[in-house]
């Protein structure tokens, strides 16, 4: 079962996606809040599995609760769930630790997916974001050697699949190989990078271009 808690400041919204989460067998929201001033407390209290956080919420901003929560618990997967589409919003929510980043005009079967996807440890991002975060790396990078990190072939192939939003399961089949195998390759790619997350592996990845000519 994933539980899912949620930070969204308009009713509507909190009762539309109440409804099509309550309706997906496996899923549990355990708690809707209407702002993030005690995110961190909420998380501590409830243990979700994925967070769903709005950007623009009055008082505290969400990418305030993103860090908020990443504090005492950098482990708990974030969605940013928002209709902002500029990359300042998208690379302040990176930044904070944000693990995807799914607009909210989006299909209610890309919301479920994004959902299960960073359940796992997958990195949800809408396409049209993804090819923003993608050109605005590339282009701060432009100065930028291409770095490979000593990663191997298979683990940079990993690793360009981690940037396009792909879960551990949809990698292995993609590749052809176990989901525990891509496990491995991602912990020694964590290592190589020196990182901790999915998040952070694929900013570091987007922004030295180590994928660049896959």
Do not use: W
């Amino acid at each position: 079962m994933t539980n899912i808690i949620l930070f969204e400041d308009k009713s509507n919204m909190r009762e539309s996606l109440k409804l099509l989460i309550g309706s997906e067998p496996g899923f549990v929201l355990t708690a809707a809040f209407p702002n993030c001033l005690q995110a961190s407390s909420h998380v501590l209290t409830h243990r979700p599995d994925v967070v769903l956080m709005d950007i623009d919420m009055p008082e505290l901003s969400g990418i305030e609760g993103v860090k908020d929560i990443k504090a005492v618990s950098p482990h708990t997967q974030i969605i940013m769930l928002t209709v902002f589409e500029d990359d300042d919003k998208i690379f302040e929510s990176i930044r904070a630790g944000a693990d995807g980043y799914i607009l909210k005009k989006s299909i209610p079967t890309e919301l479920i997916g994004a959902i299960r996807n960073a359940a796992i440890g997958g990195s949800p991002i809408s396409p049209g974001v993804a090819g923003k975060v993608l050109a605005a790396f590339r282009e701060k990078s432009n100065k930028r050697g291409n770095s490979s990190f000593e990663l191997s072939k298979r683990e940079r192939e990993v690793l360009e699949l981690l940037t396009r939003g792909y879960s551990y399961k949809k990698i292995a089949a993609s590749l052809f190989v176990s989901v525990d195998t891509i496990g491995s390759h991602i912990k020694n790619i964590y290592s190589k990078l020196q990182v901790n997350s999915a998040s952070e592996a694929v900013a570091k990845a987007l922004r030295l271009k180590i994928v660049d000519d896959l």
